[in-house]
Structures are given as structure tokens and as C-alpha cells.
């Protein structure tokens, strides 16, 4: 009887350590193909098995790519309960931060593999992905609970805007952490630290965003709304959801007409990126001709993005597109928001030079703008119900003052 039970032990931690292989190999090939692109031949390929053994663990891709991402929401989960036992937000926050760093460094080191991004969460099919969304909606939950429970509605609001910024960052990081060598990541923790804790204004600064119209400039009759349709579907469904049957659909066109703005899909997500690094750089020359201090500057530029953000209407592309295209062209659009980033920083640098900007990494703190300016998309909801200026001063205030600073809700 003892050997049995050893036996069963035995086999039951290898089927253990063989699925948890065959996820690690999965959230891999979902983040550089997005879950449509993964296939059970690749994810065998890189576990050093043949196909049929992967369908012994999973019968259905459908099934694989619900599986890697409910170990990413589970990990979540589990650094939020670890965060969530310090004692004050700020220690709460700084100790969620110190985890995810802490983790990424082991990557770095091969002591661990990524967890699947989240991009493809929307795309997911039933029940698959209502059992996926509310797993996500308990981690929104307990991000927003490390700044404390039974808030009163203003200031759940704020922690809502805060725990979206937080946790975007959170994803971000892997796509501009690794410009850095590992032995700097303990100082690039401290700066976003200080950063989160503390925001870009200097002494005197106030938040005071002059009107501005983003620049449009659509060349090609009628590619602008194209683009716009296309842009909103993208990121409502992600890569995978937004068919060309159904973007074309939305505008009330055929599929040919599609063809006739673009050659494939991947051309239309390219384009749609383009348009947005577009409008941020078009908002930034403007913002830099009205002239003024660069804090006046940086509030202007992030108040007129954050307008176009939460209307019904435009958008800018989500980050969460970039699993879907091919590396090459990942790595322009990459490439780009670095640009756009390394412009922030520059204004940064300016501020703190006159002034009217802490001093702070402003390398690392344009990165982090970046990941607010994308992810205000998903807080339209949110933003809906409030005055438009007061939503934009909200979620604006968790970067510009940082995350424990109330000043925004006496506006």
C-alpha cells in the first residue's frame, strides 16, 4: 500500500508539473500571438511534446487559453491578498509594486516564466470568458481596496481611477522594463514608488488645463471614421474580436469597402496606431505652441487626451492590440510610443529645470503617463456619471499628484 501511495503522489505532482509547464509555454505564445494565434503545436513544440499530450491536458485551444489566464488572475489575486497586509495604503501600494518587481526580476533571471497578458480577455467565448471577467472585476476590487474599504462615493471613485492606473502600469512594465539592465530594477522600483507616492507637480503647481481642440487630420475622406469605428471595436473586444465582418458591419459597409481603406487586418490595427501616436504627438506641438510653464504645458497635453479618451466617440488605440501583430510591427508601434514617451520626459525635464516640476526619473515617469493616457479608454463607464472636468481632474490626479493625494476631490 505504501508504494501505491507514493505511486499516486508521484504521478500526481508530474501531471502537476507537466500542466503547469504546458501553461507557462501557452501564456508565452499568447503574448507574442495573441490566444488566436497560439496553437497547440507551438505550445508543444516549446514543452518538448507532441500534440496529442498537450489535448490530454486540454482537449480544446479555447479551453489552454482560459486556463493561462485564469493562473494570471490567480496570481494577481495572490499578490493583492499579500499586498493587501500592510498596514496603510501607501505601504499596501508600495508592496504591490515591490512584488510585481520582485517577480519580473526572477523572469529576468529565468527563475520564472511570464503569465499570460490579458489582452484577449473580451475575446474569450462563453461561459469561458463570464467566468474569466468576474475573476477580473474581484482583482479591480482588491487593487481598489488597497487605498481602504467603505470609502463614501467620491473618494471610491478616486481609488477606482487609482487602482485602473495602478494596475495598467503593472502590465506595462514588461513591455519597458527590459531596456534597463537587472541590476538597475531596484532603483527604477524606487523612482515609480516615489512617482506613484508623490506625482509630477512641484511645490506651487495646480491643476489648471487650458481648453485645447486635438488636432484631426484626416487626408483620406472618410478613413478617419474608419479608423475611429475600427479603433473602439479594437478596444472593446480586442485583436481577436474585432473582425473585419464586424468593424465593416458597424460603419454599414461591405467587406470589400474595408479592403478598399486597407490589405488586412494587421494593416488596420498599424493604421489605427499611427492615428493615435498621431493625435498624442499633434496634442503635444499644440500644446507646446500655446506656450506657458512645461507643468502648464503636461497638464494641458494630458487634460486634451483624457477628453478624447472618455468621449462616446474618438479613441486611441489600446495597448492590448500589440499581441495581435506580427513582432516586426509590434516592435514600430513599440518603438513609436517610446518616442512619444521620451517627448513627456523631455517636458518633464523642462519643468523641473524652471521649477514648476519635482525632480523625479522622468524616464520612468513618462512610461507610466503613457500607460495612464492608454488605459483611460476602459474608464469611460466610470467617467460618464461625473462633470467631464471633474472626471478628467480625478484620473488625471493619480500621476499629476499622485496616488495619496486628495486635492482633486476639493475641485
Request: proline residues 3%; neutral net charge; charged residues 25%.
Amino acid at each position: 500500500m505504501g508504494d501505491v501511495h507514493i505511486s499516486e503522489n508521484t504521478s500526481t505532482r508530474r501531471f502537476r508539473e507537466k500542466r503547469e509547464a504546458i501553461l507557462a509555454a501557452a501564456a508565452e505564445a499568447i503574448n507574442e500571438q495573441s490566444a488566436k494565434g497560439m496553437t497547440f503545436a507551438d505550445v508543444a513544440r516549446r514543452v518538448g511534446l507532441n500534440t496529442t499530450s498537450v489535448t490530454y491536458y486540454f482537449k480544446r485551444k479555447e479551453d489552454l487559453a482560459a486556463a493561462a489566464f485564469e493562473h494570471t488572475l490567480d496570481y494577481l489575486l495572490a499578490m493583492l491578498d499579500e499586498a493587501a497586509e500592510a498596514t496603510t495604503p501607501q505601504e499596501r501600494v508600495e508592496r504591490f509594486i515591490a512584488i510585481n518587481m520582485a517577480r519580473l526580476a526572477r523572469i529576468e533571471r529565468g527563475e520564472e516564466r511570464p503569465f499570460a497578458v490579458l489582452s484577449d480577455l473580451r475575446a474569450m467565448d462563453e461561459p469561458a470568458r463570464g467566468r474569466l471577467m468576474t475573476t477580473w472585476r474581484e482583482v479591480f476590487r482588491r487593487t481598489r481596496a488597497l487605498w481602504g474599504e467603505d470609502l463614501g462615493r467620491a473618494r471610491t471613485d478616486l481609488a477606482g481611477a487609482r487602482a485602473h492606473v495602478l494596475l495598467e502600469n503593472i502590465f506595462w512594465l514588461p513591455v519597458w522594463l527590459p531596456r534597463y539592465d537587472a541590476d538597475q530594477y531596484a532603483r527604477i522600483e524606487g523612482w515609480l514608488i516615489d512617482f506613484f507616492r508623490n506625482g509630477v507637480a512641484g511645490p506651487a503647481a495646480r491643476w489648471a488645463p487650458r481648453p485645447m481642440e486635438v488636432p484631426v487630420d484626416d487626408v483620406v475622406p472618410g478613413r478617419e471614421a474608419f479608423l475611429l469605428a475600427a479603433t473602439r471595436l479594437i478596444n472593446e473586444l480586442g485583436y481577436r474580436g474585432a473582425s473585419v465582418q464586424r468593424i465593416a458591419s458597424e460603419l454599414n459597409v461591405t467587406k470589400g469597402s474595408f479592403y478598399h481603406h486597407l490589405d488586412a487586418k494587421d494593416d488596420l490595427v498599424v493604421a489605427c496606431y499611427r492615428r493615435s501616436f498621431d493625435t498624442i504627438t499633434a496634442t503635444q506641438a499644440l500644446a507646446d505652441r500655446m506656450g506657458g510653464t512645461h507643468w502648464q504645458r503636461l497638464c494641458d497635453t494630458v487634460a486634451a487626451l483624457l477628453a478624447v479618451q472618455f468621449s462616446d466617440q474618438a479613441s486611441l488605440l489600446r495597448t492590448t492590440a500589440l499581441s495581435g501583430l506580427p513582432a516586426g510591427e509590434r516592435q514600430s508601434m513599440v518603438d513609436r510610443s517610446n518616442r512619444i514617451a521620451r517627448r513627456i520626459a523631455g517636458t518633464m525635464m523642462d519643468g523641473i529645470a524652471e521649477g514648476t516640476i519635482r525632480p523625479l526619473d522622468c524616464l520612468v515617469a513618462s512610461q507610466a503617463m503613457m500607460a495612464l493616457l492608454n488605459a483611460a479608454f476602459d474608464m469611460r463607464k466610470w467617467a460618464w456619471p461625473m462633470p467631464r472636468d471633474r472626471a478628467i481632474a480625478l484620473y488625471a490626479s493619480t500621476l499629476m499628484f499622485g496616488m495619496f493625494d486628495d486635492r482633486a476631490l476639493e475641485s
